[in-house]
């Protein structure tokens, strides 16, 4: 069943509140967005959404822990289209569709045996799986990015980096800035330190922004002939801490998960941070795509990890929600 919940957008009632506005006036405040959950998902096996993406066809992916590759269709059912040989111990993370069509993701775990940290190469026509490459197993690998020559970067908030993938599977680190280490004294999660998570192209290709989870810090990329360039702080507060999936709109403006703040978030072009949206629907969320097909360019997909709950042995709702936005979103690829 699709349930709908109207929420507060606090930058709205912020600025009615600040005026001194009351009685009609407030009446026209901006509306505040509805939060809609498209699809219930079962924790038991694990069924605990971590990304989620989409593609230029319109078609919307997303990755369970549990290592099975979703594809949210058109009525709001889903199909299994592949399941990821997760190793024991180790989860499914990042998902992106590269420009040869092909889904891929990540796993990683928690210790550095058995191996896990993998980047993986799925065909969603045939469903079959390959180890696209192997990372430093003592890592994380999650969220990608793609270029339009088929390479890629992949953060990596373990490790405090980002990695850079060729078209054939060869991996160098492209950049290990300081300001993409996790905070071990200020953790966000109980389970481990956690640096850049989060990356997204702007609208022109010419930025890669990471969001890190511990400081709740953006910054960016300049990115050119020569790779990625010195990083940029965007912006950093305790409004973003917890930040995980993030996705840029046409605009410049970043949406950003807030995975232990149960929140979306907005960072404009100026580095002025909002809380966009909140709802008792969220649970963990973690990913967030925006919608590319006939009528959903200005719809956000969000993927309710629920990952807090399950560490906090409380009851986790796992799910997959939808959002309206004001502009539509960037490109995946640069």
């Known amino acids: 069943m699709i349930k709908s919940v109207r929420v507060a957008s606090s930058l ?80 499914q993370t990042g998902i992106k569709v590269g420009p040869d069509g092909l889904i891929y993701t990540t796993t990683g775990g928690f210790t550095p045996s058995p191996p896990a940290a993998f980047v993986w190469r799925t065909d969603p026509a045939t469903g079959v799986v390959e180890q696209f490459a192997a990372l430093d197993p003592n890592g994380f690998p999650n969220d990608i990015a793609f270029e ?59 930025f890669l922004y990471v969001g890190v989870i511990d400081y709740g810090r953006v910054v960016r990329f300049p990115f050119g002939c020569n790779g990625l360039g010195p990083v940029q702080l965007v912006a950093q507060s305790p409004a973003l801490k917890g930040i995980d999936g993030i996705a840029l709109d046409r605009s410049g403006t970043v949406y950003a998960a807030i995975n232990t703040q149960h929140k979306i978030a907005t960072i404009d072009k100026h580095g002025a941070i909002a809380t966009y949206a909140t709802s008792p629907l969220f649970d963990s969320p973690s990913g967030i795509a925006f919608g590319t097909g006939h009528g959903d360019k200005k719809v956000a997909y969000i993927s309710n990890f629920a990952i807090n709950s399950v560490l906090a042995g409380t009851t986790p709702h796992p799910a997959i929600l939808s959002l309206p936005v004001p502009v539509p979103g960037a490109n995946l690829v640069e």
């Open 148 to 206: 339009d020559n088929g390479s890629f970067f992949v953060a990596d908030p373990f490790l405090g980096l980002i990695y850079h993938l060729d078209a054939w599977g060869t991996a160098t680190i492209a950049t290990a800035d300081p300001l993409l280490q996790g905070n071990p004294a200020d953790q966000a999660f109980p389970t481990h330190a956690f640096g850049a998570d989060g990356i997204a192209w702007d609208h022109t290709g010419k």
């Open 12 to 91: 709205s009632w912020v600025i009615v509140v600040a005026l001194g506005l009351g009685g009609a006036q407030a009446a026209h405040a901006k509306s505040p967005p509805t939060v809609t959950q498209l699809v219930t998902l079962d924790p038991t096996p694990f069924e605990l959404p971590e990304s989620i993406t989409t593609d230029g066809d319109g078609r919307i992916f997303f990755s369970l822990v549990n290592g099975q590759i979703r594809e949210l269709l058109p009525d709001h059912s889903t199909v299994t289209l592949a399941t990821i040989p997760v190793p024991t111990g180790a989860f």
